[in-house]
């Protein structure tokens, strides 16, 4: 079975600095993808960013980006120039390629704090 | 438009009332998702609907029944639940049913609260 771990459940940033969040994973699959989602206060989950495990390039938007290393299993997520609005918990989650329907499985998040 | 509607935002009910929440999509998803989450938690996967019929049952009480009246709708029906059953409830949509890599786009969840 496949598993997502998230090892810092909080962290903490200056606004304006660059924070990275961790994620590693394990699977036996090659084909997959991942994702990171944020979630603020007001409780809505918002795709931040995907990435295609086939594809060797990291993704990025805007001020974030993904550091993915498929052989270590590790995604890390990147926050450039941290705003007061990323505040936010972050899951890290993966799901198969071509799997069964919802089979999207979450880390544990991390909250993320920026201070002004 | 990627949006995803839920109502109500706030419910508070007893253990013996009957009550529902509701999902709906207007983007022409086939694939709708139930998820609990628990405070500081992940969301927990519930139910998946795939082109109107239940595809994935999570071991979820019979007290939680779900119901896709049609491709945008979804419906979550709560019977005699327990206040351990008090959450935020989120629904999740994705284009295709088969799920190749697609994002879910969730919505702003139902809090629920059982006294």
């Known amino acids: 079975a496949q598993t997502v771990t998230q090892s810092q459940p909080e962290m903490s940033v200056q606004e304006a600095e660059t924070v990275t969040l961790s994620c590693t994973y394990d699977?036996?699959?090659?084909?997959?993808?991942l994702f990171w989602y944020k979630q603020p206060p007001s409780r809505q989950m918002i795709l931040v960013i995907r990435?295609?495990?086939?594809?060797?390039q990291n993704a990025t938007e805007n001020r974030f980006s993904v550091n993915f290393q498929k052989a270590a299993k590790s995604f890390s997520l990147k926050i450039s120039d941290s705003q007061l609005g990323d505040a936010a918990m972050y899951f890290c989650?993966?799901?198969?390629?071509?799997?069964?329907?919802?089979?999207?499985?979450f880390g544990k998040g991390t909250k993320l704090s920026v201070k002004p | 438009d990627t949006e995803v509607t839920q109502t109500p935002k706030h419910l508070v009910m007893g253990m013996t009332n009957k009550k529902s929440l509701k999902c709906e999509q207007h983007?022409?998803?086939?694939?709708m998702y139930w998820y609990k989450q628990k405070a500081k938690k992940p969301p927990e996967l519930m139910f998946v609907?795939?082109?109107?019929?239940?595809?994935i049952n999570e071991s979820v009480p019979s007290r939680f029944s779900p119901e896709c009246p049609n491709s945008s709708l979804l419906n979550l029906h709560l019977h005699a639940l327990q206040p351990e059953d008090s959450a935020l409830y989120l629904c999740a949509s994705t284009r295709s049913s088969q799920g190749i890599g697609e994002t879910q786009y969730f919505g702003p969840g139902t809090r629920l609260l059982v006294l």
């Open positions: 609907y795939s082109y109107e019929k239940l595809s």
């Open positions: 699977t036996s699959e090659s084909d997959y993808y």
């Open positions: 983007m022409g998803h086939r694939a």
């Open positions: 990435q295609e495990a086939y594809k060797q």
């Open positions: 989650a993966y799901r198969n390629y071509g799997g069964s329907q919802g089979n999207l499985i």
